[in-house]
């Protein structure tokens, strides 16, 4: 090769490493299927420094598109108090499924922040709440995108939504990365809802900031769906805590102003299907005294009732029991002074007669010549 041709095609590969600072491999694979051939690759992972310059990232060759099947993955590193601001300038807007996935950390479980392409005509700005950002390209058609990312002290304000799908314990973390590095200068919200009975947390504050008067970094719980409901406490210095929900929806708010050096925490969160009668009582103590106070009174009045009712009776039968004697006094004053069977005066009991024959005359004091006058 002539030295001069030599030297422009090293210094054609200096500018185009300058202009796209992250240039994807060669495909390293080619597989056939029937008359057509496509072509996959797994682009290496490649590491990025963010400053607060602007600068640019895109696809291989852009503006022209990837190959069908590629996927591309790049980790973007921020100075240690800052985090990293990404904005998509130009994707491959077309509905054929390419994905531009921005993860706010370095790891494979890190949050998702949100996709853009794949149909998407709204270009999006995505800023990270530590110092790391993972941007991964998945060609399932061909594509290409252009972004420009920065690095910086920025306020970060995010809520997320969580909901028992899978009725498994999770974990909350501002940071799912194995990585731990304190949070600053965030306001960070999550709801959960269930369908069971109640929301149990268990928060681990152990390397939390330590806040004179929850002024730069403290966590809330809220007992229902916004902030606008019951305060179940609020915490700013190391300490572990449980709470439980009254109900169906839980609010955690964290929050981190710029000034703070930072915090951080873990939560773990189920979904409970037990009696949720203990758990009300103590956070509405007010309102189950009033409950318990009026259901007290309603059984007093009850059983006042049922007494009253008693005596009414017992009178009533009382005064029939009386009147049913007064009434066999006068019928044995009709009938004369009440005499049992065989007592003296009164003839002998026909039993005694038909045995004994009928009495004599002499038994009776009767003389028989005498004469009857009737």
Same mark, same amino acid.
């Given at each position: ?17 300058? @202009? ?7 495909? @390293? ?11 996959? !690759? ?52 077309? !509905? ?40 991964? #390209? ?83 719980? #809220? ?77 007093? @009045? ?73």
């Amino acid at each position: 090769m002539h030295p001069r041709m030599a030297l422009s095609t090293i210094c054609g590969v200096v500018l185009v490493s300058a @202009i796209l600072p992250a240039v994807s491999s060669e495909p @390293i694979t080619s597989t056939t299927t029937g008359p057509t051939t496509t072509a996959s !690759s797994v682009c290496s992972t490649i590491s990025l420094s963010a400053s607060e310059t602007p600068k640019l990232l895109s696809s291989s060759h852009y503006p022209l598109n990837l190959p069908k099947g590629w996927i591309c993955s790049w980790t973007i590193e921020a100075k240690e108090t800052e985090k990293v601001r990404v904005t998509v300038l130009a994707c491959d807007k077309s !509905s054929y499924g390419d994905q531009l996935a921005v993860f706010d950390g370095a790891g494979p479980r890190d949050y998702r922040m949100g996709d853009v392409c794949a149909g998407k005509k709204k270009l999006e700005t995505f800023t990270s709440i530590g110092r790391y950002m993972r941007i991964e #390209f998945n060609t399932s058609n061909k594509g290409m995108f252009e972004l420009r990312y920065t690095s910086g002290n920025y306020h970060v304000h995010r809520h997320e939504e969580i909901s028992d799908d899978n009725y498994s314990r999770s974990v909350i973390s501002p940071l799912r990365q194995t990585r731990r590095e304190n949070i600053r200068n965030v306001d960070l919200s999550w709801r959960l809802r269930t369908t069971a009975t109640i929301i149990d947390l268990s928060m681990n504050l152990s390397s939390f900031q330590n806040s004179e008067g929850c002024v730069t970094d403290y966590i809330e719980v #809220f007992d229902g769906y916004h902030v606008s409901d019951p305060s179940l406490g609020k915490w700013c210095r190391g300490e572990d805590v449980s709470v439980s929900s009254s109900g169906k929806y839980l609010y955690v708010k964290f929050h981190s102003d710029v000034n703070s050096p930072g915090s951080t925490f873990e939560i773990a969160y189920g979904f409970l299907f037990v009696c949720a009668f203990p758990v009300m009582v103590n956070r509405h103590p007010m309102m189950f005294g009033v409950i318990a106070g009026v259901l007290t009174l309603a059984v007093l @009045i009850l059983v006042c009732v049922c007494v009253l009712r008693s005596r009414k009776r017992r009178r009533s039968q009382a005064s029939a029991e009386k009147g049913n004697a007064k009434g066999s006094d006068k019928a044995s004053e009709l009938k004369g002074p009440c005499v049992s069977a065989g007592s003296p005066g009164l003839p002998p009991s026909y039993d005694h007669a038909v045995a004994s024959g009928p009495p004599t005359y002499q038994s009776l004091g009767l003389n028989p010549d005498d004469k009857v006058v009737v």
